[in-house]
C-alpha cells in the first residue's frame, strides 16, 4: 500500500510540474511581443493597477501609459487585495530591484513591460 501511495503522489507531481512548465511557455511566447523596459517612471507615484493572475499586474503611472509587471514568484494574495505597496528609489521603479510589496510581503519584479491602452485593457477584460 506504502509503495502504491508513493506512486501516486510521484505520479500527480510529475504531471503538475509539466503541466506548470507547460504554463510557463504559453506565458512567455505571449510577453515576447510586448517591449522590456528597465524602469518606470513615477512621479508622484502610481496612478493605479489590476492584477492578472498571480504573479503579474498591469500598474498605469498616469493615466495614459500602461505597464506590466511580472514577478519573479507569485502571490497567491495579489488578486484578492485592494491595496498594494512598490518600492522605488526616487521617482523610478527598476525591474530586478524594487519588489511589490501585497499583505505585507514582498515580492521582486522579475521585469517591466511596456504596453499601449488598448494593450492593457485587452489583458485587464481577459
Known sequence: MRMLMTGIF??????SASAAQAAEAVQADELAGYEQV????AFGGLHSW???DNDTLIVWANPFR???IELKYPSHDLRFTNAIGVTQFGSQVHSRFDSVQVRGLRYPIGAIYKLS????RQ????
Not at 510521484?10 to 504531471?15: N, V
Not at 489583458?123 to 481577459?126: E, V
Open 117 to 120: 491602452r488598448e494593450e492593457a
Open 66 to 68: 500602461p505597464y506590466l
Open 10 to 15: 510521484l505520479t500527480l507531481g510529475l504531471a
Open 38 to 41: 528597465k524602469s518606470i517612471t
Open 123 to 126: 489583458l485587464t477584460r481577459s
Open 50 to 52: 489590476s492584477a492578472i
